[in-house]
């Protein structure tokens, strides 16, 4: 199986703040990422697929980059309702594995 | 607009079989590139995808799973079922369908259903 390591575990930020997540694959997937955004009681929301493209009506302040092994998810601007766990998952071959979730609070 | 909905009992006893109904309006499930899966989250935890069954009817399952799943389609009723036998209080989840936009490749999750709890206990 591929597994996917998010980091970091947990993070505080402010509003307004620049965040910047990451994400290992344990071997080349290439593009084949998603990044989903889930706030607590709430249904996954999926954001970015193939590493970089934005799922329909998700704002531009979300952004996502990277190739082979190591992505990153950047949020800019970070607003309340911004605060939530982020989830990235390799589609490149079953099994589809999760990384272990980022936690984003308020600072 | 895609919309999947979720249904079966929120409890079920250990050793039993758990079994769950995800209807889909707005889309058929009979249509291509497209996957009708399952992915859990025990409470506190992350994400575990399950299995999926691409369109055509074959699918695909997680190996530490697999032994015990089993998923499937009405295509008259337009709903997609998932089946997970031997269960115990480690199956306590939230289990949540979704619409999986793939084709030569395992695809991504674009569509969530709304989750449904499903307890494991005597």
């Known amino acids: 199986d591929i597994q996917m390591t998010q980091s970091p575990s947990s993070l505080s930020a402010s509003v307004g703040d620049r965040v910047t997540i990451t994400c290992r694959a344990s071997?080349?997937?290439?593009?084949?990422l998603a990044w989903f955004q889930q706030k607590p009681g709430k249904v996954p929301k999926t954001l970015i697929y193939?590493?970089?493209r934005l799922q329909g009506g998700v704002p531009s302040k979300f952004s996502g980059s990277g190739s082979g092994t190591d992505f990153t998810l950047i949020i800019n601007s970070l607003q309340p309702e911004d605060f939530a766990t982020y989830y990235c998952?390799?589609?490149?071959?079953?099994?589809?594995?999760f990384g272990g979730g980022t936690k984003v609070d308020i600072k | 607009q895609l919309q999947l909905q979720g249904s079966g009992p929120g409890l079920v006893k250990p050793s039993e079989t758990l079994s769950l109904t995800c209807s889909v309006s707005?889309?058929?499930?009979?249509?291509?590139?497209?996957?009708w899966g399952w992915i859990r989250q025990p409470p506190g935890k992350g994400l575990e995808w399950i299995g999926s069954?691409?369109?055509?009817?074959?699918?695909s399952y997680s190996p530490s799973l697999k032994s015990r799943v089993t998923i499937s389609a009405d295509t008259s009723k337009n709903q997609f079922s998932l089946k997970l036998s031997s269960v115990t209080a480690a199956d306590t989840a939230v289990y949540y369908c979704?619409?999986?936009?793939?084709?030569?490749?395992?695809?991504?999750?674009?569509?969530w259903g709304r989750g449904t709890l499903v307890t494991v206990s005597s």
């Open positions: 979704a619409r999986i936009t793939g084709g030569s490749y395992p695809g991504w999750t674009d569509y």
């Open positions: 069954m691409y369109y055509s009817g074959s699918t």
């Open positions: 707005g889309a058929s499930i009979s249509s291509g590139p497209y996957y």
């Open positions: 998952q390799q589609y490149y071959i079953y099994p589809l594995t």
């Open positions: 193939a590493a970089s």
């Open positions: 071997q080349d997937i290439s593009n084949y």
